[in-house]
């Protein structure tokens, strides 16, 4: 089982990129997906979640901004930012709270790679 998270790059302010972060093995169910991140110098923040309901939180920063969304028939979480800013630059990280695989194991906390954001001109 394992997240791998991709869409990072470099993006001028103003701009918007697309992460997507897709669950892949013998998965039978993920739970809240989520993603953080981390600038340099900076603790990791969550960003977005977003449960298997489709109920969603956001950190202040992003709010208005940046959209969480998922395909659970894909296993996948997206993250849609738009009107980035040079503040948003960090790694992203993608995290799966609970994840149940097809022969009844319980994973717990798993983290995708990380893909770089920068957002500058």
């Known amino acids: 089982v394992q997240l791998q998270a991709s869409g990072g790059g470099l993006v001028q302010p103003g701009g918007s990129l697309r992460l997507s972060c897709a669950a892949s093995?013998?998965?039978?169910?993920?739970?809240?997906m989520g993603w953080y991140r981390q600038a340099p110098g900076k603790q990791r923040e969550l960003v977005a979640g977003?449960?298997?309901?489709?109920?969603?939180n956001y950190a202040d920063s992003v709010k208005g901004r940046f959209t969480i969304s998922r395909d659970n028939a894909k296993k996948t979480v997206y993250l849609q930012m738009n009107s980035l800013k040079p503040e948003d630059t960090a790694v992203y990280y993608c995290?799966?709270?609970?994840?149940?695989?097809?022969?009844?194991?319980?994973?717990?906390?798993?983290w995708g790679k990380g893909t770089l954001v920068t957002v500058s001109s």
């Open positions: 995290n799966a709270d609970e994840i149940w695989t097809t022969w009844g194991a319980r994973i717990m906390e798993s």
């Open positions: 093995g013998s998965i039978f169910r993920v739970n809240t």
């Open positions: 977003i449960t298997s309901g489709g109920g969603t």
